[in-house]
């Protein structure tokens, strides 16, 4: 039996450092079976909570990426029409045989019809990633990514898969989920996502984590980084943060950049290593003056 | 506990934050789930069930620690909450004072009774006693009551939880009696992106099916056989040719002296938001010159920019509008570099100083667009008045509009999109302007009457004609 402090031990074994509000929104998705809308800002850890979720709680990852113009073809399910052709070119020869006992036309033809469905049954459905892991044998998780991509349709679209865990096909009816997968929806806030999907969801927002969590963060995954250096620069990212920059560094440039220090052997922060380094924590080349000046002023 | 996160939710709604009925049962379900033993647990399970949007997180956070702060009892407190709200309305309406006080006193009565023992602290029970006292002054004691206990209520409702359409507005006329502070404060720039994304929601979804509508164009032979090659040829899917789509182009003309300098600037604001998304602006401030600042927009953050144009950088601040010699300037200097068939847009008052009004300027670049619009920051009434040319250069656009806050401005520029994509063809524009100058010529007194208001012309353009 799963309660919310494991959910934290579990993910720390996984790598992942969540705080309070994090482990409970897993906890709570998992007792409520309710999907978890996560927003914040890119690379903080949304896509990765998902993914060590499925590893630590061993259920397969179904990720689906959103993207403009995806719609339930490439999302729920895809009728094969390659494979129904094939079949049909495949049982020609048997139609002779089959139809031989019938006497007139109109007896073949209610012959014929009594095996319609035969065509539009599971067969020759594709499974796409939201009827696949709500098909699947075991326990799955769901991943919608960047669901702020797609469009407004597609949201309608999940709105009965992520409410009742159903997809309706409309020559099979509806197909109920074996298991209810573990569903988290990302998003990175570029469009408003609409009211009624927010609230069939529960909303967590992971913002940069606070000064201790990210050293945390950073320790766990290197541990070769010294303490001290991990905390220095862990305060000099976070005032990186404050300089509203194009794209300030978030906790995967966090990581990035203390894989580099790692790599360099680097014992001490001092703006030399920053401007040699500097492309790894700023994305943009205006950025890139304004790290340098911080961290002459900083770290000199 | 049931009771406790409904009041909870209600307070929250006080504050704007919309929670539905579900949420709030699912808010008792999870809390029923984790327990109330550890606050963080609590407030984290609240604020995963009942907050749905970002923006909204900072006042639940005041709002839980307002709710459940005073002591560890409160929880329970809070549900006789309103009985003594009740209770204490009733002792100002007079009459049941007494009774009440007594009841206070009264240790069979067992709400009263906790009333009296935790929620009311001794000052508001002196204050009581105080307006027993003194009848004449009703109002003070207890409407300090009533603050010291339920701020949510009194308090003005803060600026966020309006319709987004009020503030800018606001800001608008602010501005436009205090043109010397003209760079938008940063709660500008978000109202504005709200109102521009509110937009966006509303017109991109025409835009598509309009979009889809118009790239529906004749069978692609070949990429129909490509495409069906797996199901035998049989052309189960189509391929349509898609008719090749062009962002409509706009032409901005933004006065930016004195007298309509606020407007223009939410007019640049607002079309540079817009820019990239949907269509394709050229900008061109004047005052007695015409530069074009397209570039320097798309460059600059929008403050940056409008700081330059404060010192003057771009065109001298001190100089009196000229728009004859701009439609002149513009003409010779840009004219030219036009492609397609631009809408117009020009934004000022028209007054032109008593300066020359070269009106077969504006003629000549009214033959170069596709649609030409005026929009006015001063009434119809005021046209005729002193050096105003509104009336001579009204009479070469498709359509002069009054627009004096953010709202009238975010509705004029959206209809206009609707137009422009609407015929996003410029042929079709054209087509479908012709009919509205011969109309002009049948009756010229209705020109400026848009169809379905009876207002009165503003100006009669026959006036023109006898000169």
């Known amino acids: 039996m799963i309660t919310e402090s494991t959910v934290k031990t579990l993910l720390s074994n996984g790598g992942y450092i969540a705080d309070e509000a994090i482990a409970t929104a897993v906890f709570l998705a998992l007792q409520m079976e309710k999907p978890i809308l996560i927003e914040g800002p890119p690379g903080v850890g949304k896509t990765g909570l998902a993914k060590t979720l499925s590893e630590v709680l061993d259920f397969p990852l179904v990720r689906l990426q959103c993207y403009e113009g995806?719609?339930?073809?490439?999302?729920?399910?895809?009728?094969?029409?390659?494979?129904?052709?094939?079949?049909?070119?495949?049982?020609?020869?048997?139609?002779?045989?089959?139809?031989?006992?019938?006497?007139?036309?109109?007896?073949?033809?209610?012959?014929?019809?009594?095996?319609?469905?035969?065509?539009?049954?599971?067969?020759?459905?594709?499974?796409?990633?939201?009827?696949?892991?709500?098909?699947?044998?075991?326990?799955?998780?769901l991943l919608i990514d960047e669901i702020d991509r797609s469009g407004d349709e597609f949201e309608a679209l999940l709105l009965e898969c992520l409410s009742d865990f159903q997809v309706s096909v409309p020559e099979l009816g509806v197909i109920p989920a074996l298991q209810k997968p573990l569903t988290i929806l990302t998003s990175n806030g570029t469009r408003m996502i609409s009211d009624a999907l927010r609230r069939r969801c529960l909303y967590l927002y992971i913002g940069y984590p606070d000064l201790e969590r990210e050293v945390t963060i950073v320790r766990a995954r290197y541990p070769d980084l010294c303490e001290i250096l991990a905390r220095k620069m862990v305060e000099f990212l976070r005032a990186v943060r404050e300089l509203n920059l194009r794209k300030p560094p978030s906790v995967s440039e966090t990581l990035d950049w203390a894989n580099v220090l790692t790599i360099l052997h680097a014992t001490a922060l001092t703006p030399e290593i920053v401007a040699s380094t500097v492309g790894v924590i700023a994305k943009h080349q205006?950025?890139?003056?304004?790290?340098?000046?911080?961290?002459?002023?900083?770290?000199? | 506990?049931?009771?406790?996160?409904?009041?909870?939710?209600?307070?929250?709604?006080?504050?704007?934050?919309?929670?539905?009925?579900?949420?709030?049962?699912?808010?008792?379900?999870?809390?029923?789930?984790?327990?109330?033993?550890?606050?963080?647990?609590?407030?984290?399970?609240?604020?995963?069930?009942?907050?749905?949007?970002?923006?909204?997180?900072?006042?639940?956070?005041?709002?839980?620690?307002?709710?459940?702060?005073?002591?560890?009892?409160?929880?329970?407190?809070?549900?006789?909450?309103?009985?003594?709200?009740?209770?204490?309305?009733?002792?100002?309406?007079?009459?049941?004072?007494?009774?009440?006080?007594?009841?206070?006193?009264?240790p069979d009565d067992e709400k009263i009774n906790i009333l009296v023992d935790e929620e009311v602290t001794e000052e508001d029970l002196e204050n009581l006693l105080d307006?027993?006292?003194?009848?004449?002054?009703?109002?003070?004691?207890?409407?300090?009551?009533?603050?010291?206990?339920?701020?949510?209520?009194?308090?003005?409702?803060?600026?966020?939880?309006?319709?987004?359409?009020?503030?800018?507005?606001?800001?608008f006329y602010q501005g436009y009696n205090n043109s010397k502070n003209l760079?938008?404060?940063?709660?500008?720039?978000?109202?504005?992106?709200?109102?521009?994304?509110?937009?966006?929601?509303?017109?991109?979804?025409?835009?598509?099916?309009?979009?889809?509508?118009?790239?529906?164009?004749?069978?692609?032979?070949?990429?129909t056989l490509q495409k069906n090659y797996r199901h035998g040829m049989i052309p189960f899917l189509l391929a349509l040719r898609r008719k090749r789509m062009e962002k409509p182009r706009l032409v901005v003309f933004c006065d930016?002296?004195?007298?309509?300098?606020?407007?223009?600037?939410?007019?640049?604001?607002?079309?540079?938001?817009?820019?990239?998304?949907?269509?394709?602006?050229?900008?061109f401030v004047f005052n007695r010159d015409v530069v074009e600042i397209t570039d320097r927009l798309r460059n600059l953050p929008v403050n940056c920019l409008l700081e330059t144009i404060d010192r003057?950088?771009?065109?001298?601040?001190?100089?009196?509008?000229?728009?004859?010699?701009?439609?002149?300037?513009?003409?010779r200097e840009h004219l030219e570099s036009m492609r397609g068939k631009p809408a117009i847009i020009i934004m000022g008052d028209g007054r032109?100083?008593?300066?020359?009004?070269?009106?077969?300027?504006?003629?000549?670049?009214?033959?170069?667009?596709?649609?030409?619009?005026?929009?006015?920051?001063?009434?119809?009434?005021?046209?005729?008045?002193?050096?105003?040319?509104?009336?001579?250069?009204?009479?070469?656009?498709?359509?002069?509009?009054?627009?004096?806050?953010?709202?009238?401005?975010?509705?004029?520029?959206?209809?206009?999109?609707?137009?422009?994509?609407?015929?996003?063809?410029?042929?079709?524009?054209?087509?479908?302007?012709?009919?509205?100058?011969?109309?002009?010529?049948?009756?010229?007194?209705?020109?400026?009457?848009?169809?379905?208001?009876?207002?009165?012309?503003?100006?009669?353009?026959?006036?023109?004609?006898?000169?």
């Not at chain 2, 817009?274 to 900008?283: C, H």
């Not at chain 2, 422009?420 to 302007?433: M, V």
């Open chain 2, 1 to 106: 506990m049931e009771r406790v996160i409904t009041r909870f939710v209600k307070a929250l709604r006080e504050r704007g934050v919309r929670v539905s009925p579900g949420e709030s049962m699912d808010a008792v379900h999870a809390v029923s789930l984790c327990g109330l033993s550890k606050r963080e647990t609590v407030r984290s399970i609240l604020r995963l069930t009942l907050v749905k949007n970002a923006n909204e997180i900072p006042v639940f956070e005041e709002e839980f620690e307002r709710f459940f702060t005073t002591s560890s009892s409160n929880v329970q407190m809070h549900q006789d909450f309103g009985d003594l709200i009740n209770s204490l309305i009733h002792v100002v309406e007079g009459s049941l004072f007494k009774s009440n006080v007594e009841s206070f006193q009264d």
């Open chain 2, 352 to 467: 032109n100083n008593y300066n020359e009004d070269n009106e077969w300027a504006l003629e000549e670049i009214r033959e170069k667009a596709g649609y030409m619009l005026w929009l006015s920051p001063e009434d119809r009434e005021t046209w005729y008045r002193g050096d105003c040319l509104m009336e001579l250069y009204g009479s070469y656009c498709d359509r002069v509009e009054v627009v004096k806050n953010v709202d009238e401005l975010s509705k004029v520029v959206e209809e206009l999109f609707y137009t422009l994509y609407d015929h996003n063809d410029t042929r079709t524009w054209k087509n479908r302007i012709k009919p509205a100058r011969e109309e002009k010529n049948y009756d010229p007194a209705s020109y400026y009457i848009r169809p379905g208001s009876d207002a009165k012309p503003a100006f009669d353009p026959e006036v023109r004609r006898s000169w």
């Open chain 1, 286 to 300: 205006a950025d890139l003056q304004q790290v340098n000046d911080l961290a002459a002023q900083m770290l000199a």
């Open chain 2, 131 to 171: 307006m027993g006292e003194d009848n004449g002054d009703e109002e003070g004691p207890e409407i300090q009551v009533q603050l010291n206990r339920n701020p949510g209520k009194m308090e003005a409702p803060s600026p966020s939880e309006y319709r987004m359409e009020n503030v800018p507005s606001v800001a």
């Open chain 1, 70 to 141: 995806i719609d339930e073809g490439k999302a729920l399910y895809d009728w094969e029409y390659g494979k129904q052709l094939l079949y049909t070119q495949l049982l020609r020869t048997q139609l002779d045989t089959y139809l031989s006992v019938t006497s007139d036309l109109r007896e073949a033809v209610e012959r014929l019809s009594a095996e319609e469905s035969l065509f539009f049954s599971r067969n020759f459905l594709v499974q796409r990633p939201i009827l696949r892991s709500f098909l699947s044998e075991k326990r799955s998780l």
């Open chain 2, 312 to 331: 003057g950088d771009i065109v001298n601040l001190d100089d009196n509008s000229d728009y004859g010699n701009v439609f002149l300037t513009f003409k």
């Open chain 2, 183 to 223: 760079a938008f404060t940063p709660e500008e720039l978000v109202d504005m992106q709200e109102v521009v994304g509110r937009m966006l929601v509303r017109i991109r979804k025409d835009i598509k099916r309009m979009k889809e509508k118009e790239s529906r164009g004749k069978l692609h032979v070949v990429r």
């Open chain 2, 256 to 283: 930016v002296s004195f007298s309509v300098s606020h407007a223009t600037r939410f007019m640049l604001l607002l079309l540079h938001t817009l820019q990239n998304r949907v269509v394709d602006v050229r900008s």
